[in-house]
Structures are given as structure tokens and as C-alpha cells.
């Protein structure tokens, strides 16, 4: 047993890995070993075993669904959390509460199934709840912060506070939880009564302009670069003649530039190499300091 798995193994509701493959728990199939991975099944478990690991001086992150991190090559030196065994979803009227593992295109599903409307920008959007809320993911019109009415937090300081929309400072892509490293336990979403067929067929029309538009026939994290202003990082990309360019196993999308897919075998250190390349040639044509979307993980 290993020296991480030891001081946490008492944490109740907890499922342990040690040295797993991070690979398969990413949606770019990037990375290396886990020391130790950790799935905790409730919020109290959950923060018990950040405290533990907190004072045992251990490094950790909080994963959702893998889907805008890249993880490092080689050995992580500590604990991976996934949330995605933190499953619980209650209706109440309008309103619907999700644990942050929730995965985030099943919440949109199910609450088109009752009726409720509010979700659908989300109906395709690989993420988990909290990872949603943590990066105000949003589409095609719509993000997380039009529809959060509340959400409970673990903070730094080992506070479980609820804060609510107007608390959340969100910005494109940007939440408070984020900038001040919140560690988001569920969500309380305001949705509003709709016909089905009206919610479904929104959904349809969502779902085919991202399989038309979007690789999601290959392994990657979403689109690399925050937009430059009102202009699309892709356009920038694309204007540099990216498009297509591969460095090992990394390379940006034929079919959207925004996106790096993963051809096979890519490695965090390809994923990097092809992000600052890019940074580079955008830096030199535009003079436009492209951020990054996506976390590498350290
Ligand atoms: C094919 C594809 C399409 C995508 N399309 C979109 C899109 O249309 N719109 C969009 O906004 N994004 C899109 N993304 C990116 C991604 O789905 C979002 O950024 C999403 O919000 C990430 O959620 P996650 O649960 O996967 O987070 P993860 O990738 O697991 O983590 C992302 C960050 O959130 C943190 N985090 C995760 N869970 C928690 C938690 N409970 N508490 C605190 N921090 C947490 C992690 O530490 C990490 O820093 C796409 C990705 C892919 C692969």
C-alpha cells in the first residue's frame, strides 16, 4: 500500500486506485500514472479527504469529467479526485439540484424529459456539473450562468458555504470558483416549464451543428483558446495556417481549428508544445496574445 493511500484509506465512501492509468480518464486520452486516484461518493467524503490530504502536505486536484484537462506525462505525485461517483440529481418544481458529478448532458437529457427547459446550450457539452460551474461552460447561446440560481462550496479555509448567482462574479468562461479555487459540491440550476417537443427538437437542432461542426469522432479538450474578444481563436488559427498542423501525436483539427485532437499516442508534452506554437505564430501575425482554455495539470 502506498504512503498517500495510507494516511486517506479511513475516509468513508471512498473508492481507491493506486498507480492508475490517467489516460482513460480524459476525454483527450492524455497522461500518465496516478500515485493514488480517489472517488468519493458523497460532498462529506469528499471534503474529508481534502482535508486529510491538505494536512498531510500531499498534492492533489479535483477532476469532473476529464474533459477540458490535460494530464501530465509520467507519474502524478499525489491524489486524483474524480467526482463522477457524486451522482445525486432532485427535482423540486422548476429548480434541479445536482452533485457535481452529475454529468452534464444526462442533466440536460433528463430535465428535457420532464419538461424543463433552460439546459439545452448544454446538451452536448462533455462536462460534469461542477466543472461546468467552475468554468461557465457554455454554447450556442447559453451558459451555466443563466440558468445557476445557487451552488454549495468547499473553500480554502474548510467553510461549506452556498452562494448564489450574483456571488459567482461569471465572466466568459470565468467564475469565482475558479479564481478564488472553490471546490464546488453541487449545483441548484432555475429552469422553466416548456412543451418536450419544443426542448427536443432545440436540442436536435444543437446536437447537429456540433457533429457538423466539432471532431467528436476524436479523442481532445474542447477548444483550446478563449476567444480574442469577439474573435474566435479558430479564425486566428486557421488565418496562421494551423489548420491541419501536428506536433507527435497532437494536431489541430481539419475540421475546427479551436480544437487539438488526439491522432494517437499524443502526449501532454506534444499537447504543450503545439499550444505555445500557436500562441507564437498568432503573437507574430496578429499581435494577439491567445490564452489558453484548456489545464494542464502539474
Ligand atoms: C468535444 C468537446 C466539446 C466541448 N464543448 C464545449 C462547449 O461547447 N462549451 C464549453 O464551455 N466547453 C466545452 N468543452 C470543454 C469542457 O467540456 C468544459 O470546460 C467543461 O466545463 C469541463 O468540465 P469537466 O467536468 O470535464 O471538468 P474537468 O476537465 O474535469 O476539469 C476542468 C477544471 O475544473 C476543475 N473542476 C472540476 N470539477 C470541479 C469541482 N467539483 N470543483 C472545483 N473544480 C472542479 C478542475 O480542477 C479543472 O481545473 C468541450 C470539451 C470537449 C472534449
Known sequence: MNSYLSLVKDVENVTFIENDDLKSRSTAHVGGTAILSAFPRNANSLCKLIEKLK????????????????FPDGIYDGVVIFTKKMKEVVFDGDFVTADCGVN?????????????????????????????????AGAHGGCISDVF?????YLPDGRIETLDNSEMTFSFR????????????????KLKKDE???INSRIERIKKVRAESQPIEFPSAGSVFLPSGDTPAWKLI?????????????????KHAGF???????????????????????KNIYSVDLQTEIIFIK
Open 55 to 70: 494536512k498531510g502536505n500531499i498534492k492533489h486536484c479535483v477532476i469532473g469529467n476529464g474533459s477540458n484537462v490535460i
Open 104 to 136: 452534464l448532458i444526462y442533466l440536460s437529457a433528463i430535465c428535457a424529459q420532464r419538461g424543463l427547459s433552460g439546459l439545452e446550450f448544454s446538451c452536448g457539452i462533455p462536462a460534469s456539473v461542477g466543472g461546468a460551474v467552475y468554468m461557465n
Open 149 to 153: 440560481e445557487n451552488g454549495k462550496f
Open 174 to 189: 470565468k467564475s469565482r470558483a475558479a479564481a478564488e479555487k472553490f471546490i464546488v459540491l453541487s449545483a441548484t440550476f
Open 196 to 198: 418536450i417537443s419544443n
Open 238 to 254: 486557421d488565418g496562421a495556417g494551423l489548420r491541419g498542423y501536428s506536433v507527435g501525436g497532437a494536431m489541430v483539427s481539419d
Open 260 to 282: 487539438i485532437i488526439n491522432t494517437g499516442g499524443a502526449t501532454a508534452s506534444d499537447y504543450s508544445t503545439l499550444t505555445e506554437l500557436i500562441k507564437e505564430k498568432v
